[in-house]
Each structure stands twice: as C-alpha cells, then as structure tokens.
C-alpha cells in the first residue's frame, strides 16, 4: 500500500518551499509528486522550481534533449572539490573525457577490478565478532573506500581506511557549507565550520594525489593508467584535470557503494524472508566458498536484492538541470535557467509502476516484471549521456560484497530502533550512524 503523505504547505514569502526542500528533501519531493502530479512546481526562494517524475519526462531531459539542459547550481559549486571532472563538466570537455575513460569501464577490466572485492570484503568480515554491535554505517564506508582506491586507483589503504572515511564523513556533514554561495570567501575568513570542511576536503585531495604521485604508468585500461599516460590523441591529459577525473571517481564511487551497501544490510535485516531466500541462492552456487566476478550471472536473486535496494535508496535522491531556453514538457512551459528536478527517490515509489511501493521485494525485478514496466521508472545510476560511468562496476561489486558477507554473516535489527532518517544532500546515506546485531551463519568460520 502506499504510504499517506501531508498536504505540502504554503511557501513562505521570499524564502519559498527552502526550509521543507532542505530539511528533508526526498519526502518533500514524494508529497510534492503525490499532491500535484507528474509536472509538479515549488519555490526555491523567489525562484521558480520543478519536479518531473513520469518515466517519459526523465527520458525526455536526461536521454533524447540532454543537450539543452546544463548541470544544476550545486554540481556547479561543488566545483571546490570536483573541479572538472565528470559529474561537473560540460560540453565538450564532458564528451571528451568520458570517451577518453571510458576503456577504464569496460566488461573486461570490471571483471579484472572485481577479482580483489572479495578479498577486501572478507578481510573486513573477518574482523567482526558474533554478537557485536556493528556500527554498518562506518563499516561500508571503510570498506567502500577500500575497494574503489584498490579498484581505481590501485593502492591497498588498510591502515588509512578508517580515517580516511571518517573524513569523507565528515565532509558529507558540512558538504552544504561548502557548495554555499560565498563558501569559498568564508572558507578562507577562517570560520570555523568552513574551515572543517575545506581541511577534510584538502587532506581527502592530498591522498588522492598521493596515490597517483606514487603510481607508475602503464599500458592498462585501468583508471589510473589513463589518468598518467596520453590517450588515443596522443596528448597527455593535463595535470589538473588527472586529479579532477580521479577524486571524482573516487569520492562518488565511494559514496554512492556504501549507501548502496548499507541500505541493502538495513533491508535485509528488517526482512527475515529475504535474507532465508538469499541464503538458499549462495549454498546452491558458492557452497563453501567465496564468490569471483564470473559467479555474479548465476547469483541472481543476489543481484535483485540490491536491485531492489537500489529502487528503494537509490545513491543519489536527485538529479538537477537547468534548461538553456524555454522549455514545454507535459503541458508546462518551464523558462530558461530554471530550476528543474528529477527524483530517482520519487519515481521509484510511484505506485503506478511499483504496487506497495514501499515493500522491499526483489521479485520486482524479474524479467516478468520488467516488461510490465516503462524503460525509466527506475534510473538509480541516471540516465542518458551523463548516466554514472561505474554503474555496472557498482552492480558487481554491491553483488559481489553482499555474497561475501553474507557467507558468514546475519544482520539483525536491534530491538525498538527507529528507522533510519534520510541524508537529504547528495547520497541518500543514513542521517545518524546505523547499527545491527551480527549473528555468525552456520559453518562459516573465519579464513
């Protein structure tokens, strides 16, 4: 069934709908949606703004008409971090460096990035203890971390995981501050929340650089070895956009893997069912031991699960363009340069396409289901030209992660814990730390 919502409130003068949109973004753009329709509008301040959520309008502005629609104002500030990598470039650039990484995505290097993930994984798993209170949200981000600078950018961090994450932690926290505007001006006035976040940002910068710093180049179609060496053209790619490219990579490939673990843990651990029916997949395909790259076709209930996760949370909560010219979809005229939302979190929930939207069943994903479907009521890793680069590298390695621990270990609610609340900036990440219980699964001892 779906979940009753409150009507949306009045805007209030000169601030808008601004205090609901950031206090809890995705569930104001849910009652948004449900209020008003597949074209829904809202303010911003003084400004004008949109919520577009039938299937067809995310095809038509992220697929068939991207090009008339440029990167919304928060990917434009979070050029402090980003510079000009991927998620923040446009045009031509954008173009040219994403055919020029794309080798680095193939299906034949993500089955060579793959071959380490379980090894990462049950490193970590090996660690915990029966009847301890895991702290999952710390967890995945260690592990996240370590698996996308292995993968990337080929360098083992054991020892530097757990703080590097927590400073990815931390920059999370106080990321609104520094895609603010002014934030660069209050940054170096020194106040102290600004400059929190710009120090956790510089020590994240500064070992990425290390790691490509210490890297040697080579003819592989690995990340790093086409951040280093000249691509097809002959010209090496400058310094500064090598860094941009690879702290791209790295902060949203880790990121987005650890909201995508840790909601799947949280979802499995509030349905027993599921997690039986999961573990009958791994006996029936592993047995005793751990999954490689080449098992994830047959590990298909596996990969519904995180499918289904992915629906539910997915990593991003919200996709922003801003039309060059005006603009008509679904009866409205949207002027040029305002601002225009496409809510994976919102379509993913519609009850037109997802019955009992809000229960967690990876039989939505069978090859039936889909094709009861339209081709974007889901789009977890967007879609179109500017669709996430690793989103089939993120699905083996969320099917691949999920598989190892799995093996050894059952996550369990604690007693009278609320639900998590939701992260509204960036990636749909828990709010406060999440923590479940560790059950030990039959038979599966330490390596």
Not at 339 to 348: D, I, N, R, Y
Not at 416 to 427: C, D, F, H, K, V
Request: proline fraction near 9%; charged fraction near 25%; glycine fraction near 8%.
């Amino acid at each position: 069934m779906t979940t009753p919502v409150p009507p949306i409130a009045r805007g209030l003068p000169l601030i808008g709908h601004l205090p609901w949109f950031y206090a809890d973004t995705n569930r104001f753009l849910l009652r948004l949606a449900r209020a008003q329709g597949d074209v829904a509008s809202f303010r911003l301040g003084r400004e004008e703004a949109f919520l577009l959520s039938h299937p067809d309008h995310v095809q038509q502005v992220l697929v068939d008409d991207a090009d008339v629609f440029r990167k919304g104002r928060l990917m434009q500030r979070a050029r402090r971090l980003l510079g000009n990598g991927l998620l923040t470039s446009e045009g031509v650039l954008h173009h040219r460096q994403r055919r020029r990484l794309q080798p680095a995505f193939c299906r034949q290097q993500i089955t060579k990035y793959g071959e380490s993930v379980p090894r990462f994984t049950a490193r970590l798993a090996d660690r915990w203890a029966h009847g301890e209170v895991l702290n999952l949200s710390a967890a995945m981000d260690e592990l996240a971390m370590a698996i996308v600078v292995q993968t990337l950018l080929g360098a083992d961090i054991e020892r530097e995981a757990a703080p590097l994450a927590a400073d990815l932690r931390g920059l999370a926290r106080w990321l609104p501050l520094l895609v603010a505007p002014m934030a660069r001006r209050l940054e170096r006035a020194g106040l102290p929340p600004f400059r929190r976040a710009g120090k956790a940002a510089d020590r994240i910068d500064m070992a990425v650089r290390g790691y490509m710093a210490n890297a040697a180049p080579s003819e592989g179609r690995d990340l790093l070895s086409l951040l280093l060496r000249a691509g097809t053209d002959g010209v090496p790619m400058a310094p500064t956009l090598a860094r941009d490219e690879a702290v791209t990579l790295f902060l949203a490939g880790h990121d987005t893997t650890a909201a995508a673990l840790t909601w799947t843990w949280y979802l499995l651990a509030t349905c027993p069912d599921v997690d039986r029916r999961l573990q009958r997949e791994l006996d029936a395909v592993l047995g005793d031991r751990d999954p490689a790259p080449d098992d994830c076709p047959g590990l298909a209930y596996t990969g519904r699960v995180l499918d289904e996760s992915l629906r539910l949370y997915p990593p991003v909560g919200r996709i922003g363009r801003r039309p060059i010219g005006d603009y008509r979809i679904g009866g409205r005229l949207i002027p040029a340069g305002a601002a225009v939302f496409l809510s994976p979190f919102v379509t993913q929930r519609d009850p037109r396409w997802w019955p009992d939207p809000e229960r967690f069943d990876p039989d939505r994903w069978t090859d039936e289901a889909r094709r009861g479907r339209p081709r974007y009521a889901s789009f977890p890793f967007g879609a179109g030209p500017r669709s996430c680069i690793g989103g089939h590298m993120a699905r083996m390695i969320g099917i691949l992660v999920i598989a190892t621990i799995a093996r050894r270990w059952r996550m369990v609610s604690l007693p009278g814990a609320p639900a998590p609340r939701i992260r509204s900036i960036l990636t749909l990440k828990p709010k406060d730390p999440l923590h479940l219980l560790l059950e030990r699964r039959g038979g599966a001892e330490p390596a």
